[in-house]
């Protein structure tokens, strides 16, 4: 990839590169691994943003349980939960790791894919930076999101 023209100046373009868009580890949502028990009220979060659309599906609670239910190496899920313990926001993304040929180092480029972000409660671009921090501490080496 190209550096960005603002950054040629620089000693080391890349370096400062990274330094600007570097992420803290820490996530601002108070984000957790998706569990069973939270099927029911994130089908509900689920479909309440899915009906904004002209034509969309509605999901069943056990539609959502088999699409997001987290499964190492496969799909990750994480929720944001209110007081009483209900989902009030959730974030997924799916991992597709891509074949690196002909390289003496590295053979296998982790890759996240950005799955669903629903918020109804919290901003959707935090969201999308807590999931890019979950993504990078999950190991991977690059993350798709589309807007």
């Known amino acids: 990839s190209r550096i960005p023209r603002q950054f040629e100046r620089f000693k080391n373009p890349m370096k400062m590169t990274k330094r600007l868009y570097q992420l803290s580890p820490e996530t601002v949502l108070p984000l957790r691994p998706m569990e069973l028990r939270h099927v029911p009220s994130m089908t509900r979060v689920?479909?309440?943003?899915?009906?904004?659309?002209?034509?969309?599906?509605i999901y069943s609670e056990d539609e959502v349980a088999h699409w997001f239910m987290p499964r190492d190496k496969v799909v990750w899920t994480y929720v944001v939960e209110?007081?009483?313990g209900d989902v009030t926001d959730f974030g997924s993304f799916y991992s597709l790791?891509?074949?690196?040929?002909?390289?003496?180092?590295?053979?296998v480029l982790m890759a996240a894919y950005s799955f669903y972000q629903v918020t109804s409660v919290n901003d959707v671009q935090q969201l999308a930076q807590d999931m890019l921090r979950l993504g990078k501490q999950a190991g991977f080496d690059v993350f798709t999101h589309w807007r």
């Open 82 to 84: 209110n007081a009483s």
């Open 46 to 57: 689920f479909n309440e943003f899915l009906a904004r659309f002209k034509f969309h599906q």
């Open 97 to 107: 790791p891509s074949t690196v040929m002909r390289h003496e180092k590295h053979k």
